[in-house]
T-cell receptor
Framework: GQNIDQPTEMTATEGAIVQINCTYQTSGFNGLFWYQQHAGEAPTFLSYNVLDGLEEKGRFSSFLSRSKGYSYLLLKELQMKDSASYLCAAINSNYQLIWGAGTKLIIKP | IAGITQAPTSQILAAGRRMTLRCTQDMRHNAMYWYRQDLGLGLRLIHYSNTAGTTGKGEVPDGYSVSRANTDDFPLTLASAVPSQTSVYFC?????????????FGPGTRLTVL
């Protein structure tokens, strides 16, 4: 079967760094997305990785290892507004998006 | 209008009733999608449309139908609602419908079927 695994919930402190992991088992692979979703709101795009390595965008970075079926989202200098769910989604060989259930990130002062 | 709008915001519906969820985008995107989001599960694709006049089935299409008469609108119809269709429904669009295109989501419709 095809599966995306993410931790259900994580807690971090304002100003700190947090890494949210995502492992995927899909039939083939054509890239991986990260989306942010605040409670009661729509998901919004954060990043897309198709090549191995780290891509940095301001306070957020996303990493991909295709050989390990693994990605992570790194959030630096955490702010209270970063409290949200973070959704990982992989594209399989049929070009279908397979979504994880999301990681709820709680930021404490 | 800016982006994607959905209506209604929320709805409580009796089982067996017919319901249409509306979705309109003003970005002239070719592709549109309907997802449902349930607690503990990832977003699941119900139906999609790569361009006006065409539609396709996603992962969980049973009990739902869609139409795409024009570029902007993509309504989702529940012909006879059942309690298992209680969920949050998101409409999304992307420029060309390619799998690597960024999807832009509407604010969602929270549907409760009793």
């Amino acid at each position: 079967g095809q599966n995306i695994d993410q931790p259900t919930e994580m807690t971090a402190t304002e100003g700190a760094i947090v890494q949210i992991n995502c492992t995927y088992q899909t039939s083939g692979f054509n890239g991986l997305f990260w989306y942010q979703q605040h409670a009661g709101e729509a998901p919004t795009f954060l990043s897309y990785n198709v090549l191995d390595g780290l891509e940095e965008k301001g306070r957020f970075s996303s990493f991909l290892s295709r050989s390990k079926g693994y990605s992570y989202l790194l959030l630096k200098e955490l702010q209270m507004k970063d409290s949200a769910s973070y959704l990982c989604a992989a594209i399989n060989s049929n070009y279908q998006l397979i979504w994880g259930a999301g990681t709820k990130l709680i930021i404490k002062p | 209008i800016a982006g994607i709008t959905q209506a209604p915001t929320s709805q409580i519906l009796a089982a067996g009733r017919r319901m249409t969820l509306r979705c309109t985008q003003d970005m002239r995107h070719n592709a549109m999608y309907w997802y449902r989001q349930d607690l503990g599960l990832g977003l699941r694709l119900i139906h999609y449309s790569n361009t006006a006049g065409t539609t396709g089935k996603g992962e969980v299409p049973d009990g739902y139908s869609v139409s795409r008469a024009n570029t902007d609108d993509f309504p989702l119809t529940l012909a006879s609602a059942v309690p298992s269709q209680t969920s949050v429904y998101f409409c999304a669009s992307s420029a060309e419908g390619g799998p690597t295109d960024t999807q832009y989501f509407g604010p969602g419709t929270r549907l409760t079927v009793l």
